[in-house]
């Protein structure tokens, strides 16, 4: 009797230990998806090109749908860069693709420049937009 509770004990013993070292082993904790994120909010708004060459591009074509203080007369000719505050968030990348390719959204339509301009004057164009409109609050 005195054996066979001595075997139960062990086998006790060994099967908590087991136990034991199954809930040890838990899983690290997910610090890549923390930094990748970080890291896509990292967004270039720096001036691209030259904002004094650009205001002359942007008074000879810009300027027509965008007016003068970049309001696109209320949103209705153009995007609003002061009251929208999203448009001027954009990366550059993305903001020289809208001005080389165009933006169609229903009947407000953003013309391609490309063919029209260099890409050195489209560059020019939106530092002039970036200083003239960008730090403007409504
Ligand atoms: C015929 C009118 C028109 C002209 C000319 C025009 N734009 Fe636009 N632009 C628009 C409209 C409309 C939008 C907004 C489109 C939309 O609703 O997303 C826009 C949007 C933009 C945006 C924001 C793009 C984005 O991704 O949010 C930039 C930057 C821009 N224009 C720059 C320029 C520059 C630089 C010029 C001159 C070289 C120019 N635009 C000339 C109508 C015009």
Known sequence: MKRFMLILLALLVSGSLIGCKKKASAPAPATRKVAKRAIAKNVDTSLPGDPVAGAKIYARICLACHGANG????????????????????????????????????????????????????????????????????
């Not at 420049?113 to 003239?132: C, F, N």
């Open 71 to 138: 309001r696109g007369n209320g949103g209705m000719t153009a995007a609003d860069f002061i009251k929208d505050t999203s448009r001027l968030a954009k990366d550059n990348k993305v903001l020289l693709n809208s001005i080389a390719n165009g933006i169609k959204n229903g009947m407000r339509v953003m013309p391609a420049q490309k063919g029209v301009l260099s890409k050195k004057e489209m560059k020019d164009a939106l530092s002039y937009i970036r200083k003239t409109f960008g730090k403007k609050k409504k």
